[in-house]
């Protein structure tokens, strides 16, 4: 695709990446099949090649425009595109680009701000969050249907202290804002890995990976969440931590990311790629043990959502699936598992419409098969799934750690 980068964006590094994003694209169309917005909408702005050609009018110097904004805020940043692409368009990056561009050229509605405010507020900042969400629980029988299905039940981890490891072993774990509202995840993450001889060390002034601002144009503070984080983590890995494991595959692209997106930042890039260098999702530490889980699932049938995080973003190559399988689970047939459930991140509170019908093709998809139960790798995925599901949604490291 032909571009002519506008002369007061020629200084800009960011705008001449996008640029040569932009270019790598040719117009092939492979793209629409895969783009959920476009499958609901029919809408060519709402695909990705007609958002590459909103994006290639403002790096051409072309104001941001109402409509530019509307298409840009519709896409879930799935990436789904970039598995499908045959050209590697980078198309997440530059979403992110063009987001940040009108961001900063256009003023949104008092409600938007208001909504948009909220979100970087409260869900980045795990003590807010826990307040917020205790809050919504306390007053939960209270609330009209819609509301409650919105706010998960109170749900206290199970202890066991006898699963501490006595190795020396030791990695760090991004502690994932949201989780909050799923405490056994956290909580059986570690005791799986302490049977692996492997212990979590706790950081406690490391915070949100900084996605929910970059993702939504606030490039600056998303980037300064990535530096807290990579300065309350340095001093242990230069003691020596194996890796740093993020159990929300939506978080772990962000911390893999970190690398890139702070490659021109000179305090900060070496120490950037270490950190992405050394970011695991748990899948991946699990697999690498050999460790034998085989008869915990007991051939319960099951369904698996792979969140696009996980499957566009890591990359991840079914090795969720494959670790449950090898733990006797049975896993039902997912029809279309490509496509988003309409979670992605802030996704379902700003486009609810949009998300509200991408749940019901998912679940659809997910409950064909008469599963017990759907088992996800994203704490986003499972509040938004568990909202409408008529199965329990649980992360998937909690069917590693059955209870006894």
């Known amino acids: 695709m032909h571009t002519e ?13 996008a640029e040569s994003i932009v270019r790598r694209c040719v117009h092939c169309g492979f793209c629409l099949a895969t783009c959920p917005t476009y499958q609901v909408l029919g809408d060519e702005r709402d695909s990705p090649r007609g958002r590459i050609y909103l994006i ?10 109402a409509t530019t904004q509307t298409h840009l805020d519709r896409c879930l940043g799935c990436r789904a595109c970039e598995t499908t692409c045959p050209s590697g368009v980078r198309y997440g990056a530059l979403l992110d680009f063009g987001r940040s561009v009108v961001e900063a050229q ?22 807010l969050f826990r307040i917020a969400l205790g809050i919504g629980q306390s007053l939960r029988p209270m609330l009209p249907a819609a509301w409650r299905k919105k706010i998960p039940a109170r749900n206290a981890a199970r202890g066991d202290d006898a699963l501490t490891p006595t190795s020396a072993r030791r990695i760090l774990a991004l502690d994932v804002c949201a989780e909050s509202a799923a405490p056994e995840t956290r909580a059986s993450l570690a005791r799986v890995l302490a049977r692996l001889g492997i212990a979590i060390e706790p950081v406690s002034t490391a915070g949100c990976c900084g996605a929910l601002a970059y993702h939504l144009g606030h490039h600056d503070e998303g980037l300064a969440a990535m530096r807290r984080n990579i300065d309350a983590w340095w001093p242990h890995i230069e003691d020596g931590i194996e ?8 978080c772990g692209v962000t911390v893999r990311d970190y690398g890139h997106l702070l490659r021109d930042d000179p305090r900060y890039a070496k120490k950037a790629r270490r950190v992405s260098a050394l970011a695991r999702d748990p899948a991946e530490i699990i697999l690498a043990e050999r460790h034998d889980f085989a008869g915990i699932g007991g051939g319960r049938r099951i369904a698996f959502h792979a969140p696009c995080s996980l499957q566009h973003g890591l990359k991840g190559d079914a090795r969720v699936e494959r670790l449950l399988s090898e733990a006797g689970y049975e896993l039902a047939h997912v029809a279309d598992a490509h496509l988003c459930c309409g979670s992605a991140g802030s996704y379902s509170v700003l486009q609810p419409e949009l998300a509200n019908e991408l749940r019901r093709r998912k679940l659809a998809m997910l409950q064909a098969g008469s599963p017990t139960l759907i088992a996800t790798a994203n704490i986003g995925c499972q509040l938004h799934l568990a909202a409408e599901s008529g199965v329990p949604v649980r992360h998937w490291i909690e069917l590693l750690d059955p209870p006894a």
Request: hydrophobic share 40%; no cysteine.
């Open 243 to 250: 890796a740093i494991i993020v159990s929300a595959s939506g």
């Open 5 to 17: 980068l506008h002369p007061d964006l020629r200084h800009s590094a960011a705008a001449r990446e």
């Open 106 to 127: 256009r003023s949104r509605p008092l409600r938007e701000r208001i909504v948009r405010s909220v979100l970087l507020r409260f869900v980045p900042s795990r003590s």
């Open 56 to 65: 290639k009018e403002l790096l051409e110097g072309a104001p941001a425009s």
